[in-house]
Nanobody, 125 residues
Framework: QVQLVESGGGLVQAGGSLRLSCAASGRSVSRYAMGWFRRAPGKEREFVATLSSSGGRIYYADSVKGRFTISRDNGQNSVYLQMNSLKPEDTAVYFC??????????????????WGQGTQVTVSS
């Protein structure tokens, strides 16, 4: 079992920045990709970014490319999401997740087995 805990959310003005963190416990996730997803009010959960176990493969949703950066520290069993140039439409609950299969880097929600409880990000205009 893997437990995931996100932190770093909050209220920020448009154009500002936030850095989200997600710490994994229970067992090492060094062989697994780690991803970020979000659920905006009234919308389905959607893919934001994911990073392979080695860090060699990174994928972003088109809506966040050039503004968000995903990174990880396998020694700390953690993944991060640096969010710059935030927009009101980035307002959502952000979740980190670990997929079911090691050494894959999926973008689909159904491929992820472990999820954190989420952290709220609110961007004011």
């Amino acid at each position: 079992q893997v437990q995931l805990v996100e932190s770093g959310g909050g209220l920020v003005q448009a154009g500002g920045s936030l850095r989200l963190s997600c710490a994994a416990s229970g067992r090492s996730v060094s062989r697994y990709a780690m991803g970020w997803f979000r659920r905006a009010p009234g919308k389905e959960r959607e893919f934001v970014a994911t990073l392979s176990s080695s860090g060699g493969r990174i994928y972003y949703a088109d809506s966040v490319k050039g503004r968000f950066t995903i990174s990880r520290d396998n020694g700390q069993n953690s993944v991060y999401l640096q969010m710059n140039s935030l927009k009101p439409e980035d307002t959502a609950v952000y979740f980190c997740a670990v997929p079911r299969l090691a050494f894959t880097t999926p973008q689909e929600l159904y491929a992820y087995e472990y999820w954190g409880q989420g952290t709220q990000v609110t961007v004011s205009s």
